[in-house]
Nanobody, 120 residues
């Protein structure tokens, strides 16, 4: 059984910062890519940032220069440092990862989501 557990969301004012964490646990052999998505009310879930096991990153244009994704492979954890937050960043943020489990099946897993609210 593999789980992704997010933490670090909350309420912050415009221009503030938050750091999200997502830890993977369970019968994990390896983790390929890890990423963050977000979903605002009434909108589709969208990609925020991804990072490969080798450290290559990719960002949505809307967050480039403000958000930084990183990972600690030893801890099976991915982080999202969010700076200069704007009200339009308000959403539920979800962690996603491609994980090879002890069953030798590679699957995508989602976390439960963490709420980020940016007040104007």
């Amino acid at each position: 059984q593999v789980q992704l557990v997010e933490s670090g969301g909350g309420l912050v004012q415009t221009g503030g910062s938050l750091r999200l964490s997502c830890a993977a646990s369970g019968n994990i052999v390896s983790i390929n890519y890890m990423g963050w998505f977000r979903q605002a009310p009434g909108k589709q879930r969208e990609l925020v940032a991804t990072i490969t096991s080798g450290g290559s990153t990719n960002y949505a244009d809307s967050v480039k220069g403000r958000f930084t994704i990183s990972r600690d492979n030893a801890k099976n954890t991915v982080y999202l440092q969010m700076n200069s937050l704007k009200p339009e960043d308000t959403a539920v943020y979800y962690c996603n990862a491609e994980i090879l489990g002890s069953s030798r099946i590679r699957m995508y897993y989602w976390g439960q989501g963490t709420q980020v609210t940016v007040s104007s």
